[in-house]
């Protein structure tokens, strides 16, 4: 938990860290707030709703955070990496094509530019895009603190609330790390709201899985801005596996994941039209699967 | 009371110092110390790009940008097109269009616009369009302005540098 120092913030401190080192040391008392690409937080600053820590951490100047690197079959995603980064990257474009595709539908150039990886996650919004095919992926999130050994956890487990995670107030997201999917991967995102590109989602949906002669196998549904959290849709991902994909299990995969997620109604859109994209882009993106 | 840091930066090609304040943006950093009025604030949320800036060759919102941030890095305004061989052919090319209403989106428009050139020069209009996504304009009706990027590309080709 970050200490409960609202905006207008008080900070008495400032460190601009220069390796890893040097910023796990500047949070070990859990005084301390990371600064990655700051466009959530400096958006917070004035309007109030953010949380920080007498002491800002600037993580800008740590190289050993940036950066996308493959090996034995793992990706492994700095948390410091842009999603402009992520965009460019033509690794990820030949092996996790999916990733891209999520980086051009986040945000504009200005925002993609700056936004991090590891912002998009500890800033826990349940709208969050990035986070949804990496918990498709069954990505795990690197954590490091100072003086006790690295952690790693599942994204899928890793956040308790809106805004809220399992992160410690002394611990920083270093990267996250999943392994490369099979050949016949398949994985589409969905997401709707008031601006092309410009949005926070109103309603976002990741679904992968291996997909042969209509089949969808080992499947991932997860869902964002439907939920506290993003929501991992697990027992309709246990009606789709294995099954042929015909209008019997669309509909009752449709009224399952309809029953896994729990949108509200607040400013930006109801609880009705959620429910209705959901499905919407449920079914529209199981019947691409039956022709494939 | 809010504690001030020391910063230096390039700034339009010329290498300053400033003292900030530890939750200044960059946008009131740049009109409070140095003048440079260019960079417009509009929303203050990253949503609108009135304010945006170059920064280590990448474009961002200033509005979002913490000054202390800028320390050690290239930052290029929309003053800083202007050289003492005229203005930028970004410039021309708004002029050239009459691109410009109210003229309040317009240092944030070229900025980004100069941006894709600099990765692009060859842009084709819809990747235009889809660079200008977070520049928003409630005068222009966006035709002059994305006919103006592509006389921009134009002018380029013509006139190298
Ligand atoms: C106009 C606009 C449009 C946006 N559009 C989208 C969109 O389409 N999709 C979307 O998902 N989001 C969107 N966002 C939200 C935001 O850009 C993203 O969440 C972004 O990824 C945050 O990253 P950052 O580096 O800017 O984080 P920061 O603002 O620097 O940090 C966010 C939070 O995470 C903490 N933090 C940062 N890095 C670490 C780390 N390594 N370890 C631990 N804690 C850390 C910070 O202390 C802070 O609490 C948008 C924001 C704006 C202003
Ligand atoms: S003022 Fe910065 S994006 Fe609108
Ligand atoms: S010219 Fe007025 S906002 Fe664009």
Not at chain 2, 75 to 87: A, I
């Amino acid at each position: 938990m970050l200490p409960q120092n609202r905006f207008p913030p008080v900070i008495t401190e400032y460190v601009n860290a220069t390796s890893l080192e040097m910023a796990l040391e500047a949070l070990a008392d859990g005084n301390g707030t990371p600064l990655a690409g700051g466009s959530d937080l400096w958006a917070q600053k004035d309007n109030g709703d953010g949380r920080i820590g007498s002491r800002l951490v600037n993580l800008n100047r740590i190289d050993e955070l940036r950066g996308i690197s493959v090996n034995n079959g793992f990706v492994r995603i700095g948390a410091l990496t842009s999603i402009s980064e992520i965009l460019e990257n033509q690794e990820l474009a030949g092996s996790v094509a999916l990733l891209p595709k999520v980086a051009d539908r986040f945000a504009s150039d200005q925002i993609r530019n700056v936004a991090t990886v590891g912002g998009n996650i500890a800033n826990a919004s349940p709208a969050a895009d990035f986070v949804l095919p990496l918990v498709a992926l069954d990505s795990e999130v690197e954590i490091c603190s100072n003086g006790r050994d690295p952690r790693k956890q599942a994204l899928s487990e890793f956040f308790t609330g809106p805004g809220k995670t399992i992160l410690g107030a002394d611990e920083l997201i270093t990267a996250v790390i999943f392994k490369i999917p099979q050949k016949n991967f398949h994985g589409v995102f969905c997401k709707t709201g008031p601006r092309p590109a410009l949005e926070i989602s109103l309603v976002a949906m990741c679904l992968t899985g291996e997909l042969h002669n209509g089949i969808l196998d080992n499947s991932r549904l997860v869902f964002g801005a439907v939920g506290p959290t993003v929501i991992c849709c697990t027992n309709t991902e246990s009606l789709i596996n294995g099954s042929q994909i015909d209008d019997e299990l669309v509909a009752g995969a449709l009224d399952m994941m309809a029953g896994e997620i729990s949108p509200i109604t607040d400013v930006r859109a109801s609880k009705w039209y959620r429910t209705h994209i959901a499905r919407t882009f449920l079914e529209q993106e199981l019947i691409v699967c039956r022709s494939k | 009371m809010s504690l001030k840091i020391e910063i230096s930066l390039v700034l339009n090609e010329t290498k300053v110092e400033a003292s900030v304040g530890v939750t200044e943006s960059a946008l009131e950093l740049l009109r409070r110390e140095f003048d440079l009025c260019g960079a417009k604030l509009a929303c203050g949320e990253g949503e609108c790009g009135a304010c945006t800036i170059i920064v280590d060759g990448r474009s961002r919102n200033s509005c979002l940008t913490p000054a202390v941030d800028l320390d050690g890095r290239d930052v290029m305004t929309v003053e800083g097109l202007w050289t003492e061989k005229g203005v930028d052919a970004v410039q021309q090319a708004f002029i050239n269009e009459g691109a410009v209403q109210c003229g309040y989106c317009t240092p944030g428009m070229i900025m980004q616009a100069r941006y894709l050139l600099n990765r692009n020069p060859d842009i084709s209009e819809a990747e235009i369009i889809r660079g200008l996504e977070g520049n928003v304009c409630r005068c222009t009706g966006y035709k002059k302005i994305i006919a103006a990027v592509k006389g921009a590309s134009r002018i380029q080709e013509g006139s190298p540098g």
